[in-house]
């Protein structure tokens, strides 16, 4: 789990993050799921993880057609997923 809240970490502030590097959120994705998976109350977790997921894998054929604050959704996705890693290691 701490390994991928670091390759979100290096996603959200690495400044030349292209479409092809979020790939690499494919392990915490998957960590985060698997620590879900045996929570008692994972309804709203998967909601988040969902969201979170949603949001990075959207792909706009036409990036001007929506507002510029939503251009970012790969980028608040990645947020999403970067605050659950977070608040499952902290209260782990």
């Keep these: 789990?701490?390994?991928g809240l670091l390759i979100t970490l290096n996603l959200i502030v690495n400044n030349f993050s292209w479409q092809?590097?979020?790939?690499f959120l494919i392990f915490p994705f998957l960590a985060t799921l698997f620590y879900i998976q045996k929570l008692k109350n994972k309804r709203k977790w998967l909601l988040a993880l969902f969201v979170s997921y949603a949001l990075v894998s959207i792909n706009l054929v036409?990036?001007?057609a929506v507002p510029i604050l939503l251009q970012s959704h790969v980028l608040y996705g990645t947020i999403v997923l970067w605050v659950l890693a977070a608040q499952f290691i902290y209260f782990a």
């Design 1 to 3: 789990m701490s390994f």
């Design 20 to 23: 092809h590097h979020f790939v």
């Design 62 to 64: 036409n990036p001007h």
